[in-house]
């Protein structure tokens, strides 16, 4: 495909291609395409808005810098949630070391799926607080993967690929993550039932 032809609609490759041969527009198109994939990500992974924004940043900077050592061995999309996840990750243990973390988890934003059943409580603004509230409280490496499983759709091979976890650990992952969230959620609505109710 000629330069000139690119846009944010090109194969990965072709404009990986072409920003390797000193196109920097190519380098705007994968921004423009991946940008809000990879804050998203790292907002649910760090639970604070700024520094989902630096990290999401510090991830275009490091591609812009190393994009010509990828090989191609894997999706794009692939490599680049490698990318996301391990900024996260060094973010949460350098966070822990420093300080206890922030909550300011209030604007997460996300969307109820009908795979998580939230029947004794047909109030969607409801159910979204309380999804976002058990989510918060699963460990990172479950986050991690029920994010990429549930709501980027990938397959437990992708995620190996990303987090670098055998397909069976990544399965319990996931398996503890779901029934975590749903503990969680039946706890609350107990709670909110029995001193509200």
Not at 45 to 62: C, R
Not at 125 to 152: G, N
Request: aromatic share 14%; charged share 30%; hydrophobic share 35%.
């Amino acid at each position: 495909m000629r330069d000139n032809n690119l846009n944010i609609e090109s194969d990965d490759f072709d404009l990986i291609k072409s920003f390797n041969s000193g196109n920097r527009q190519a380098f705007n198109f994968l921004i423009m395409k991946y940008r809000e994939k990879v804050f998203s990500f790292t907002r649910k992974m760090l639970n604070n808005h700024d520094d989902a924004d630096d990290v999401t940043q510090d991830i275009f900077v490091k591609l812009f810098n190393s994009l010509k050592d990828f090989r191609g061995d894997s999706k794009f999309s692939t490599y680049l949630y490698r990318v996301s996840y391990n900024f996260s990750l060094n973010l949460l243990k350098s966070r822990s070391v420093k300080y206890s973390r922030q909550d300011d988890s209030q604007d997460i934003e996300f969307a109820v799926d009908d795979d998580i059943s939230f029947s004794d409580n047909p109030d969607s603004a409801e159910q979204t607080r309380l999804l976002e509230d058990a989510f918060r409280k699963i460990p990172e490496q479950q986050r991690a993967v029920f994010m990429l499983r549930f709501y980027e759709g990938l397959s437990y091979e992708e995620i190996s690929k990303i987090m670098n976890k055998s397909v069976g650990g990544l399965k319990a992952n996931y398996f503890h993550a779901i029934k975590s969230i749903e503990s969680n959620i039946k706890k609350k609505q107990y709670f909110k039932e029995k001193y509200n109710g």
